[in-house]
């Protein structure tokens, strides 16, 4: 066993809502825990190696609740490259290792996949625990969950009626899943439907939530407009991704069930800014409709007190796997009115009571799982530091050095 002792850093607590300067914490780097912490230095210095951190800003690795690591954000941009016509599991595998890597370099250190064709977040996520690829650790949904001819169905799972989401949802589990997720309305990236269209109908969503909470599984809908959102949080999903728009009685039934929103801003926001040439009109209109009303939903949500989970979608256009998930939280200070402290806590904390692994990470204590990231600069003061080089740990482990 290994005990590294970190000195000398300033470690974001989320009660402070703040940096605590002048602190030490030991790893153990077998269990991957943190054994012990406090202010100055360790009286009983027994471990084995000692890293002084020189003041530098040490918060909780990310968390991203919403990746697609098998989809190529580029792929809009390169119709004539012929990626089009290769064997799309192959290179969705190739782009999902890729993607990994990338994640963990600007420190992700935990994503919720929420989607993937051919299952591929399964062995990815395996290989990953194994030490095969470098890469966050991966919460899995495998293939998303539709109606026929419904979001996302070229990759998802086209189920409809109760007693089909039900085998659905456990062949899923049987699969190796830990979260099931739903197409609860229509969405951008598909032609021939609308954000407000609602697709699953109340009675599916709520089968699939009764076997997933059976087995101790989440579930995150997909659920845009308001109907869809309202109709999700009543059938007790636990996330509501997107949410362009939501009333005032969708907040209390928010309230009610503790349904948390993952806003995925930043792949609204790639899409409005780079898309112009080459994402399909049809879809850049969707976003051009429901962009305002989308960052006035969220503003809205985190407002009155609606848990945020940091999400991006990552995988969608222009919208990758790099500090995409550091300007997902600078568009929460920048457009939904969060402190840089509120919009850490949605990368982390929050992001670990959405995913149910609040018991081991989300947090620097004693206790936790220490995965962390080491910046130069204070985020409070800027949410942008976050964007910048970092040092990156997994289990104590340093798995990123800045260049
Ligand atoms: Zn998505």
């Known amino acids: 066993m290994t005990k590294i002792t970190f000195i000398n850093a300033n470690i974001y607590q989320h009660e402070q809502q703040g940096f605590q300067p002048q602190q030490y914490f030991t790893v153990d780097t077998d269990t991957q825990r943190i054994t012990a912490m406090g202010q100055g230095v360790p009286s009983e210095a027994i471990v084995d190696q000692i890293v002084d951190f020189h003041n530098q800003y040490v918060m909780p690795g990310i968390m991203n609740a919403h990746t697609h690591i098998n989809m190529i954000p580029t792929y809009w941009a390169e119709q004539e490259s012929g990626i089009e016509d290769a064997d799309p599991k192959a290179i969705q595998t190739m782009f999902a290792i890729k993607n990994m890597q990338d994640l963990i370099n600007h420190g992700v250190t935990y994503i919720r996949n929420v989607g993937s064709a051919y299952d591929i977040d399964i062995p990815i996520k395996i290989m990953q625990q194994q030490k095969m690829i470098a890469g966050p650790r991966v919460m899995t949904s495998g293939k998303a969950f539709t109606m026929t001819g419904g979001h996302g169905d070229k990759a998802g799972n086209e189920v409809n009626g109760v007693d089909e989401i039900i085998k659905g949802v456990r062949q899923s589990m049987k699969n190796g899943v830990d979260n099931i997720k739903l197409m609860v309305t229509g969405g951008v990236l598909h032609n021939g439907e609308t954000p407000d269209d609602i697709?699953?109908?109340?009675?599916?969503?709520?089968?699939?939530?009764?076997?997933?909470?059976?087995?101790?599984?989440?579930?995150?809908?997909?659920?845009?407009?308001?109907?869809?959102?309202?109709?999700?949080?009543?059938?007790?999903?636990?996330?509501?991704?997107?949410?362009?728009?939501?009333?005032?009685?969708?907040?209390?039934?928010?309230?009610?069930?503790?349904?948390?929103?993952?806003?995925?801003?930043?792949?609204?926001?790639?899409?409005?800014?780079?898309?112009?040439?080459?994402?399909?009109?049809?879809?850049?209109?969707?976003?051009?409709?429901?962009?305002?009303?989308?960052?006035?939903?969220?503003?809205?949500?985190?407002?009155?007190?609606?848990?945020?989970?940091?999400?991006?979608?990552?995988?969608?256009?222009?919208?990758?796997?790099?500090?995409?998930?550091?300007?997902?939280?600078?568009?929460?200070?920048?457009?939904?009115?969060?402190?840089p402290a509120q919009a850490i806590d949605t990368a982390t904390i929050n992001c670990a009571k959405a995913m149910h692994v609040s018991q081991d990470y989300g947090e620097i204590s004693v206790g936790k799982v220490a995965d962390f990231i080491v910046m130069k600069d204070n985020p409070i003061q800027d949410i942008k530091v976050i964007q910048k080089e970092k040092a990156v740990y997994q289990g104590g482990v340093c798995v990123h050095q800045p260049a």
């Not at 069930?257 to 899409?271: G, S």
């Open 199 to 339: 697709q699953f109908n109340e009675d599916e969503v709520k089968a699939a939530v009764r076997e997933a909470h059976h087995k101790n599984k989440t579930v995150a809908a997909h659920a845009q407009g308001n109907a869809g959102v309202k109709e999700a949080a009543r059938a007790g999903v636990d996330t509501v991704e997107h949410a362009f728009d939501i009333d005032d009685e969708t907040i209390d039934i928010m309230k009610e069930h503790k349904t948390f929103v993952v806003p995925t801003m930043n792949a609204m926001y790639a899409i409005y800014k780079y898309g112009e040439d080459t994402v399909a009109d049809w879809a850049r209109q969707k976003v051009i409709i429901n962009i305002k009303k989308h960052f006035a939903s969220i503003k809205k949500a985190a407002a009155a007190g609606i848990p945020i989970a940091m999400g991006t979608d990552a995988g969608t256009p222009y919208n990758g796997f790099e500090n995409e998930s550091a300007y997902e939280m600078q568009l929460y200070v920048e457009k939904a009115g969060m402190t």
